[in-house]
């Protein structure tokens, strides 16, 4: 067309031209399409009758113009000076006005009005391939801001355990804990044991004991190392966990000064590796129910360790295939053919020079999903006889005349107490995983970040990041990991400031946020991996190592389904306790207090209440979730109670109600986590954190109040407004707080060597 | 108590013994506990003060009875006859009447009547203890049963395609394809080509070759083949999806005669190893920008390869560190200087020693998280001259005036036609997918079915696929996988018998099923490895590598959450042409038809109809899968539409309803899975499997009803009743399933070698 005879002698005919390209440069088109043309340049009066067979002919079908045709065509249109986003039509008298040096008349001008909407061409998308320079979409805009001092972030976040946490950091990115790639499984756990050397070298194991038996009797030290350790390899943190955790607080909480003078110094200095023997193949969520038997002999006051069957041998025992001398060995204690439940003992592995002893058996688990580097055995016992002062006795013993004695009457009691006094790994273990969710997230956000991929035709590509699902995928992650970082940090001061009476309390809270931690774990872990796409796979960027390590977590320490049942009974008892502790004042408080929440949060002002200050609102998230958790507590409560009224069996009564008391311990938990984010951002004094911190705590309760909306709807808590509104504003938080994405992971200040993904370190990439 | 004197004087005391074995059993008495027991022994006026100071000695929690005299009172109790389950004031009674050899009088049988729900004791749990003998709840009673003929279903999945996957079964369940564990990557590599090259010489490889190419023209059984494959090792799917899928197939579809007479029998035999190089570093999903440069030399009729900088480097191309020889290389072509866009060209990488050749640098993409038999490796062309034969022409060619000629005029037409050839890929992936989720689902669901761990107290443990939330976590992706399954087929078998003009509608369905097939593949092993606890982390059990190796389906072959908008967008474009060709009748049709739908599915009646048969119909089922279609669709071009009509830039606009439209594409790939499932099962003849599948069937739609009760509830579709029911419903059926479980897997039929998981086997555990 450009270099036509009809276009020389009538130029008007350029009008045309934008449309042209447009219609033939990215679909074949329509017969409607079609028709919509012929009829346009069949009622333009000011063409020829010749004109209009040219024009016919541009559009046939059959007659498509050649690639290099439509290059031309395109190059033509370029050279027309267009200012701004135009119509086609618009564009079209412009190309008009270039060619021919004077304004095209209203009827020229007049021909394509309007083409867009007919065709069905969206918006003015179709026309930026004239000018791609003038496109600067939102989209293409955002980009990473400075809202907040990064230092005073991680200030915040380490708080009181900067110094220590500036320590670990210091040793773990030194060149001696660098990376090792290997092949090779017994080379990774060796690498593993030398770095677990170097640690208890520097005092990190023994951190917790007290003093006298070379610690610094900081139990908080030891929590804050285990996730300090967690920016590194996670089977360093497993073995440091197994042998200074496990082994060494077994025998410091379960024995007595006698254990704790003989063994403690050697634990924390790693001369002596140790086990901590628990699960068996046949038992692992049912300890109770293990089935290793520990025989008391008056005769020569001794205990026989023995296991009676394949399912009764010890299974997944880190430190057992390879390190492990001793282990603490749980098993039944029989007296006289008497069971007296589950009891804790030492008992010898192997010499010095890594023998295993008579009676001894130990086979290697072999390779797993991950935590490669931990040595996990399968032990059995064949008729091992340890002295009487192997058992660790601080919660019960044998006495002189060979009797059982214990303060604590109840069996099952006694092995909850025993349990209870562990449950320190149960706050490792969480505080382990939203560690790794802070490094595999750093490592996406930056990638997000950085990485470009499409963008409007013709125009530059968009960082990932600044997409909407990529936002949505990753920000309300983001947001979980700062709130479970300060949901973690109360519940290990709740457990390091314990009083009997809030044992229980304890136990619930941390069996809850270490189920809804890993649980969250796993989830980041894999959308990070997603996030990143084929770079996510590739070893070197850590983040599949760091999904497969902390895989187990939501199985060991608990499996977390199981763990969700116990904070639900645990729960159920405190309602119930609640209640029945009730004088009659208290309870018709109570039921005002309902009626209350009632009035207030259900009348149809609220429901429907879509206002962002009221959907912004803490008071309003708080009231949420505590109706939520009040709700569905209670009416699990009537559930049990009218299937047990109605005869059923109590067990199958809770098997019926199972997944609805796996609701119970979800709600309670993220109240609380919900409680302690809120807590954390009004304590912040720095403006720029505060600002920031808000604005994650809006992501997270938006988040789950959006997840829950079905629930909240079915309640008629919510009406689908007020829904609706939540999603809409969750988005746009999304949106928001992506500006600040890359500076919240940095203030997380992993350190380069631990975090080591090329995508996430500011190296250029060099030719392979 | 047992011996003491007062009750040998007054054996009526023994009317307490079962209440004070079930207070000190479990629990340190609350004070409120404690009073409730004193007011009772208090009002008991057929008591001595003598014999009320006795029993108030004994609720004394300074004086707790030793564990031995806890024992000794259970015994005492076990001695008691008693046939059923009692409450505690029924087994006083009995008691008294054991050791007094008479009937207790009213006075003494009445003394603890209701004492359970005074003590808030749940039930008759307490009791348990006393006579675990004749608990048999529901829940220890559920067990596996034979309901229909597992291999008739084996032989309705496997269909037409039976012979053919028996022979494939035959041939990676024998000896030499037995799995190796291996430290060595090397090693593994050379094993999965091994295993490829026997594939190849059985003719696997070529099977859809045509015949005169050496294969047997049969694309359907080409991805028979891919998908019984990954009930074996991952890699080698991949291995031979890259050789004879992706390489040979993008020769066969892009090249024309001389390609396939040149190239096709060696790439069917695997004599050529090659590569299908599209991905670069800098551009993955964007393959439309990628930016190694073909540039045409007419002189002397050659293209020169070349990558221009790191960011064009070609990445994670299979078969490129090790074994491949040629590769498709897409680049952009210029031609004086002019750019006619990605283009596909046939490149030597290495000579027949495996030398890499002159101006080709190949670098290994290293370790990965998985499918590490696959040599992944990176690509660089320094200026590497090709013959002009070499560019694959059939879409384009350059004439002998050395010029560009095409039949289709838009480069990104062209460039999506030649990527829509080789759209089988993203039908192979599913499926691949999907056989890995029935492996780990065989794993999962067997190892259930007889894993045992908690149960009453007393009584036997209870197989945990009996728990109710084993069974919502594993059943609903039993009814995915099979639903999967029938909606895999669907595709095919369009994808087989397509004609031009569908071809949009099948890309669209394919990458809709990729992308909801490889994520539910995902969550399935995810769910499957945490279901097995420790078991399902040891390698030995192979979720972990099935795990693994898929975890890369959600991001190669197209990045799932950029598929699924290409999806929405399909789906747009139809919605819009199906609007604009309406006239003005289909219009009052439609909106007449919507109408309808609102006065027939949103009237009070059905939006709170909880019926089971209502909800168990699958007319209602596809009501609400399509209303929920039409309905985000709608309103995803509304939206759309407002913000562009407002002045919104349309790339923007499109980002801000981004999430919006992704559940476009999931609404869409639903109902389609929806519809494919009730095909099959109103399809199948032998009655035990209709029932089995129509079960399967129910659960797929409830829990997909389920999960989407929010925007149910948000539209008004459903009221809260309703989808109560259907939650409650939902549960129901998974415990009904739950039964045949065990059988719905072992139709899946998958050979032992290769399912090899210890714990799914029937292999009893030795002592290690």
């Known amino acids: 067309m450009v270099l036509s005879q009809e276009v020389q002698r009538n130029p008007n005919l350029y009008v045309f031209l934008p449309l042209l390209y447009v219609v033939w440069s990215d679909n074949v088109l329509t017969q409607r399409e079609l028709q919509v043309l012929k009829n346009r340049i069949d009622c333009q009066s000011w063409l020829s009758d010749k004109e ?58 007049g021909a394509l009005a309007g ?22 979409s939102l989209t293409q805009q955002q980009h990473t801001h ?33 990376y090792i790639e290997t092949d090779n499984l017994n080379e990774y756990r060796q690498q593993v044991l030398r770095w677990t050397q170097i640690l208890a070298s520097y005092g990190f194991g023994s951190i917790g004991y007290p003093k006298e038996y070379g610690g610094q009797g900081d139990m908080a030290a030891y929590f804050t190392v285990m996730e300090t350790l967690s920016y590194h390899d996670l089977s360093l943190v497993v073995k440091f966990g197994v042998q200074f955790g496990l082994w060494g607080m077994s ?15 050697d634990i924390g200095t790693l001369a002596l590796p140790g086990c901590f023997a628990m699960t068996e193949t046949g038992h692992g969520s049912n300890v109770r129910g293990i089935e290793t038997t520990a025989t008391y002999n008056h005769n020569n006051q001794t205990f026989t360790i023995h296991t009676p069957h394949p399912q009764a041998q010890k299974e997944y ?22 069971d007296y439940g589950v009891n804790a003992f030492i008992v010898s592995l192997r010499d010095e020079e890594g023998n295993t002893l008579p009676g001894i058996t130990i086979s290697d688990c072999g390779r797993k999903l991950g935590l490669n580097g931990v040595d996990n055995g399968i032990i059995r016992f064949n008729q091992v006889v340890i002295p009487m002062e192997n058992m660790l006795d601080r919660f019960a013993r044998i006495n002189e005349n060979g009797e059982f004695e214990s303060p604590i009457t109840s069996d099952n009691r006694r092995f909850f107490t025993m349990l209870g006094t562990l449950v320190g790994g149960r706050i490792g273990i969480p505080r382990s995983g939203n560690a790794a969710c802070k490094s595999a997230l750093t490592i996406a956000i930056r990638y997000g970040d950085r990485r470009v991929q499409f963008g409007p035709e013709g125009a530059p590509e968009v960082p990932i990041l600044n997409y909407r699902t990529h936002q949505r995928r990753l920000m309300p992650l983001l947001a979980n990991t700062y709130a479970l970082h300060f949901a973690l940090k109360y519940l290990t001061r709740r457990f390091l400031d314990r009083t009997e009476d809030e044992m229980q309390e304890i136990e619930a809270l941390a069996a809850a946020l270490k189920a809804w931690g890993t649980w969250n774990t796993t989830a980041t872990l894999q959308e990070c991996r997603e996030a990143c796409g084929g770079k996510g796979y590739l070893f070197e960027n850590r983040i599949g190592t760091l999904k497969n390590d902390t895989d187990i977590y939501t199985t060991f320490e608990g499996d977390n389904t199981v763990l969700m049942q116990l904070v639900a009974k645990s729960r159920l008892t405190d309602f119930k306790q609640e209640f029945s502790s009730m004088n009659a004042f208290g309870l018709l408080n109570y039921l005002a207090g309902q009626a209350a929440t009632a009035i207030m949060e259900l009348n149809p002002l609220i429901v429907r209440n879509t206002d962002e200050a009221h959907l912004l609102d803490p008071e309003f998230h708080l009231n949420a979730f505590r109706y939520r958790e009040r709700d569905i507590l209670t009416s699990a409560a009537r559930r049990l109670k009218r299937h047990i009224d109605e005869g059923m069996d109590s067990f199958d009564a809770f098997n019926v109600c199972q997944h609805h008391l796996v609701q119970v311990a979800f709600a309670y938990t993220e109240r609380v986590i919900l409680e302690q984010f809120i807590v954390a951002v009004e304590g912040t004094q720095d403006d720029g954190c505060k600002t920031a911190l808000m604005q994650l705590y809006r992501i997270f309760a938006l ?16 009406e689908g407004v007020k829904t609706k509104a939540i999603r809409k504003l969750l988005n746009q938080m999304c949106w928001d707080v992506r500006t600040m994405a890359v500076p919240l992971v940095n203030a997380f200040a992993i350190p380069d060597a631990c975090l080591a993904a090329p995508i996430a370190l500011n190296h250029p990439p060099a030719f392979a």
């Open 52 to 109: 209009k067979e040219f024009l016919y002919r541009l559009i046939d079908p059959q007659l498509p113009p050649t690639p290099s045709e439509l290059k031309q065509w395109l190059e033509a249109i370029r050279k027309v000076p267009l200012k701004q986003a135009h119509t086609l039509a618009e564009i079209g008298s412009l190309t008009v006005k270039f060619y021919s040096g004077r304004e095209a008349n209203a009827q020229v001008t």
């Open 115 to 136: 083409i867009e909407s007919e065709l069905g061409l969206i918006g003015r998308e179709a026309t930026y391939a004239f000018r791609p320079e003038y496109r600067l």
């Open 146 to 178: 400075d809202m907040f001092d990064v230092s005073r972030m991680t200030a915040l976040l380490d708080a009181e355990e900067a110094p220590l946490i500036q320590r670990v950091k210091q040793v773990i990115a030194s060149p001696e804990f660098a």
């Open 251 to 265: 025998v410091y909480f379960l024995g007595t000064e006698k254990h704790h003078k003989k063994y403690l110094k």
């Open 317 to 338: 025992i880190g430190n057992a295939a390879l390190h492990g001398r001793m282990a603490t060995v749980f098993a039944k204690l029989i007296i006289n053919g008497v």
């Open 703 to 718: 988040n789950l109040l959006d997840k829950h909306k079905g629930w909240y709807l079915e309640q008629g808590y919510m």
